[in-house]
């Protein structure tokens, strides 16, 4: 039979017993739920340790403020936020997973299965090779600047696409299984629809900042500028310009600007120093 | 020859910029020049930057909302210049809708997320009007 691999390239057996986590030392590796280090989760009882989340928000503030008030109002318990993520798909399969199995009345169902810890500790062996290898090649900054990790990431992703086009990955509805296009028809509705920018959000802002003291924010602005161009704490600086009324985007155009950038990446705005 | 030159920029506010390096990758393991612009683009400084740069095809990689505002801008801005460099779009959040759309007001081909390599090598070089070249 043709050696099968996990994704990242680990050789996996057929079957996994005792002798895979021969020397096994449960305390160590890995310890009761809700105790140091936390391996099996963070909390030692099942209520509340099984948590429903998805990732949401979506445009301007107020409108992912209401999505979230919604997410809660419908049974939602966790809030993951990103910036543009329109969401509200999955977390009816986190409940029927939840309420309708008994999977979520068991902390940490999997731990100590043979095959998911010795799959972690040749993961853990790996990284540390890995890290050694890296630490060995010399200063992490000089390799940044070199641009290794980048390609680093860049060779993973490449691998990963190729993997993908020739089918050694399967990725369902994409690369097997796939459903022609007039038959893909589910939530199809929901993903053309789109959300109008909210364009009053920017006449907000900007009258925002013709509300404030210009003056004082062009000096607390200056330092932030000065102290990015040294090696002080920034933080002083940015929490003082955030009090006097600085914007997040002002305060790292000042940051870019230290660092040889320019203000607005875009050069639509011009630096208010 | 000359081997074909495409631009590969994102647009606006878009972080998203992997999918612009792997195709970048895609275009030049097929022997093609690629003009990386990177991140935040808008639609004059990519014309600035196609023209300057004398690009076959501008290629535009998709993973925010800001497509469907950005591309017909830089489509009006080609068609007042008088530019008639091709504008091909690709990306995760194109959906079957928007392509037909950008089509309509004309990008010479737009990709959604299934798109293959092969598909989007074939068509570019098609696009730059050398189907049979080699790069």
């Not at chain 1, 893909?184 to 404030?212: A, F, N, Q």
């Not at chain 1, 330092?223 to 002002?250: D, H």
Request: with cysteine; net charge negative.
């Amino acid at each position: 039979m043709k050696q099968a691999h996990s994704r990242s390239g680990i050789p996996l057996q057929a079957v996994y017993a005792p002798a895979d986590l021969r020397g096994f030392d449960y305390e160590r590796r890995l310890g009761t739920p809700g105790a140091y280090p936390y391996t099996r989760g963070r909390r030692a009882d099942a209520v509340g340790g099984w948590i429903q989340r998805e990732l949401s928000g979506e445009g301007e503030p107020s409108r992912s403020n209401e999505q979230l008030k919604y997410l809660l109002s419908q049974g939602q318990i966790g809030l993951d936020v990103i910036g543009d993520s329109p969401t509200m798909a999955f977390l009816r399969t986190q409940q029927i997973v939840h309420l309708e199995s008994s999977v979520a009345k068991v902390v940490d169902p999997l731990g100590g299965s043979y095959f998911v810890e010795s799959l972690t500790d040749e993961m853990e062996k790996r990284i540390w090779a890995r890290v050694l290898e890296i630490e060995a090649m010399g200063d992490p900054a000089d390799l940044s600047d070199k641009g290794w990790f980048k390609r680093f990431f860049e060779d993973a992703m490449a691998d990963y696409s190729k993997r993908i086009a020739e089918g050694s990955l399967p990725k369902v509805g994409l690369n097997i299984f796939q459903i022609p296009e007039e038959e893909d028809t589910l939530l199809k509705e929901i993903v053309e629809g789109k959300i109008e920018p909210c364009w009053s959000r920017i006449e907000r802002i900007k009258e925002y900042k013709m509300g404030r003291d210009l003056g004082k924010i062009r000096q607390v602005l200056t330092g932030v500028y000065e102290k990015a161009k040294g090696e002080e704490n920034l933080m002083v600086p940015i929490l003082e310009a955030f009090r006097s009324g600085a914007t997040m985007g002002e305060i790292g155009g000042m940051m870019r600007m230290a660092y040889g950038y320019p203000y607005d990446p875009h050069g639509l705005i011009e630096s208010p120093i | 020859m000359r081997k074909i030159k495409v631009y590969i920029g994102t647009l606006g506010l878009d972080q998203h910029e992997l999918g612009a390096v792997a195709v970048s990758r895609m275009l030049r393991d097929a022997g093609m020049e690629v003009v990386y612009a990177g991140r935040f683009n808008l639609p004059p400084m990519i014309l600035k930057t196609s023209l300057e740069e004398d690009v076959n095809v501008i290629g535009l990689s998709c993973h925010s909302w800001e497509h469907m505002y950005y591309v017909p801008e830089l489509l009006g801005l080609l068609r007042e210049k008088g530019v008639g460099i091709p504008v091909v779009v690709g990306g995760s959040v194109i959906t079957p809708g928007d392509r037909k759309r950008l089509v309509e007001i004309g990008v010479t081909a737009a990709f959604g997320p299934g798109a293959s390599e092969r598909e989007i090598v074939e068509t570019i070089r098609k696009i730059a009007g050398r189907a049979d070249a080699s790069g």
